[in-house]
């Protein structure tokens, strides 16, 4: 049997670069080397395009992407792919733009009765003043986060007025980037895993978040090293719930091939907060762990991903 060539894109310049090259050890780690020809391609801090020029040359089978954040995830890869027809596993273009962007994503998600938090919208160059009734009617706390960040980073709790000025500045200054000041909701942190498969959306696991504060932090995400999420023990009417919310999200977004849908769940009230297209994939990583709810190796579900990817690619 010929072998699959298989083109693992990691690294790049986003401020999730560290974890990028994590998920990328893991993936090939778990990849079946008698069935996979693999190749790395570690895309350099710089932004130097390279990498582009080689996988022009050489084109792959498929790719297998483990970039996190920036241009890996906000559709500019998935565009550059579709153009070269890389047959590749993950989303598209729209949504992964649309995902990478939280205050459009929950804009569509709220159209489709999805709930979500509410929240104040701060674009660059406001002023907080501005948003004074809307933060007023939603009140402190808030999360306040990076409008098209991930992996955590930038995130942080505003008690009043004074404190989410200094976080908004913050990112701004650091990230360069919109501020999401969302209802901060006291209740139970999960994921819901979702992969596309010959049976359409289903969902491999509902995932209790472990977390060593009042929120998921990047540090809970990179530094543990025990895996950051659980199967599930909530009821089963609640779970059976929360997987039908994550399926119609899934498809709603028009997501495609796989993704982790974060909710908050306060007593039986299911709030969406996120949709990451491409979560990190390391060995204390959310998907990695969502699959023995099908039970399976991770090695497995990545088979299932590229056999599938490669079925609809070729017909």
Known sequence: MNRINVAILAGGSSVEREISLRSCENIEANLDREKYNIKIYKLPASGSTDWARELIKEPPDIVLSALHGGNGENGSLQGFLHCLGIPFVGSRVLSSALCMDKKMAKTVMAANYIQVPEDVFIKRGERIIEHADEIRQIG????VKPNRGGSSIGISIA????ELEGAAE???EMYDDDVIAEKYIKGREITC????GENGTEVMAVLDINKS???FSYEDKSAQKAPIGDISNMPVFLRDMVRAIAVKTFNVLKCRGYACIDMIV??????VIEVNTLPGLTD???VPRAAEGLNMSFGDFLDKLIDFELKRSNK
């Open 159 to 162: 008690y009043d007025t004074k």
């Open 170 to 172: 913050n990112i701004i």
């Open 193 to 196: 895993a979702v992969y596309e």
């Open 213 to 215: 504060g009042e929120m």
């Open 140 to 143: 402190f706390p808030l999360i």
């Open 284 to 286: 204390i990583s959310l």
């Open 266 to 271: 306060k007593e039986e009230q299911i709030y």
